[in-house]
């Protein structure tokens, strides 16, 4: 399943203008309950016997397989160099906070990369001015040699000017939306509070790094297909 996100402009009430995370899916299932589908997934394969899907959706689940990222930085105008460092630098946001949040690898062409960065000047989704968003989708693929593998695919928009006027966005904005969509990628829903990676962003005061709370969900994710894996890789080591 294909999932959708966008991370929108409004504003918050007594506060200049800022950014209000939204989010919209394609389909029913929020992208928690899909991780945790996943999860599902992983544990009713083991109780099947069948260790290599198990293991596969743990690792659709933690993401720890090296994934290949293209920034396409053909339309970000004098702001690709700050629109790069943005992006690297919100991916080092969360290596510093979970160090083994992702392996990305920056490739040098679309066609060979898992995750497609774009950058525009601006981001619009059903008519209105985003700052950025992403579309992914997980899966197991079986191959011919009889292993099975997960899959991880997307795309992620992040907008290089201000709505409303050609003022860029700030490193710390692009970064702020970096972050928060490389959160969708890796499993994380949208949150409510001001002050979150993955919650509302006033414009004056960009978040620079994750909540405990966020830290939280992720470990707890990660723990549990980390578990998971433990059991499939002694039940394989037992046949």
């Given at each position: 399943m294909?999932l959708?996100?966008k991370?929108a402009f409004g504003?918050?009430?007594?506060?200049a203008?800022?950014f209000?995370?939204a989010?919209?899916f394609?389909g029913?299932?929020?992208?928690?309950?899909?991780m945790?589908?996943?999860?599902d997934r992983a544990?009713?394969?083991?109780d099947?016997g069948?260790?290599?899907s198990?293991m596969?959706?743990t690792?659709a689940?933690?993401?720890d397989?090296?994934?290949?990222?293209y920034l396409?930085?053909s339309?970000a105008?004098?702001?690709?160099?700050?629109?790069?460092n943005?992006?690297?630098g919100a991916?080092?946001?969360?290596?510093d906070?979970?160090?083994?949040?992702?392996?990305?690898?920056f490739v040098?062409?679309?066609?060979?990369a898992?995750?497609?960065?774009?950058?525009?000047?601006?981001?619009?989704?059903?008519?209105?001015n985003?700052?950025?968003n992403?579309?992914?989708?997980?899966s197991?693929v079986p191959y011919?040699d009889g292993?099975?593998?997960?899959?991880?695919?997307?795309?992620?928009q992040v907008?290089?000017?201000?709505?409303?006027?050609n003022?860029?966005?700030s490193f710390?904005?692009?970064r702020?939306?970096?972050?928060?969509?490389?959160?969708?990628?890796?499993?994380?829903?949208?949150?409510?509070?001001?002050?979150d990676?993955m919650?509302?962003l006033?414009l004056?005061?960009?978040?620079s790094?994750?909540?405990?709370?966020?830290l939280?969900?992720m470990?707890e994710?990660?723990?549990?297909?980390?578990?998971?894996?433990?059991?499939?890789?002694?039940?394989?080591?037992?046949?």
């Amino acid at each position: 399943m294909a999932l959708r996100f966008k991370l929108a402009f409004g504003v918050l009430a007594g506060l200049a203008s800022a950014f209000v995370s939204a989010a919209e899916f394609q389909g029913s299932n929020r992208v928690m309950d899909v991780m945790l589908h996943h999860l599902d997934r992983a544990q009713s394969s083991l109780d099947a016997g069948d260790v290599k899907s198990a293991m596969a959706w743990t690792e659709a689940v933690m993401m720890d397989r090296q994934e290949k990222v293209y920034l396409d930085l053909s339309c970000a105008g004098n702001q690709s160099s700050t629109a790069a460092n943005a992006f690297k630098g919100a991916l080092q946001m969360w290596l510093d906070s979970l160090p083994n949040a992702a392996d990305l690898l920056f490739v040098k062409s679309e066609s060979e990369a898992d995750v497609v960065v774009r950058f525009n000047p601006q981001v619009v989704s059903e008519g209105l001015n985003v700052a950025g968003n992403i579309q992914w989708s997980r899966s197991i693929v079986p191959y011919a040699d009889g292993q099975v593998r997960a899959s991880v695919k997307a795309v992620i928009q992040v907008r290089t000017e201000r709505p409303g006027s050609n003022q860029p966005m700030s490193f710390e904005l692009m970064r702020h939306t970096c972050a928060h969509e490389i959160g969708h990628l890796l499993g994380l829903g949208d949150s409510y509070r001001v002050g979150d990676l993955m919650g509302p962003l006033d414009l004056r005061a960009p978040v620079s790094k994750l909540s405990e709370t966020e830290l939280q969900a992720m470990r707890e994710m990660r723990d549990q297909a980390s578990r998971i894996r433990g059991i499939a890789l002694l039940s394989a080591a037992g046949r």
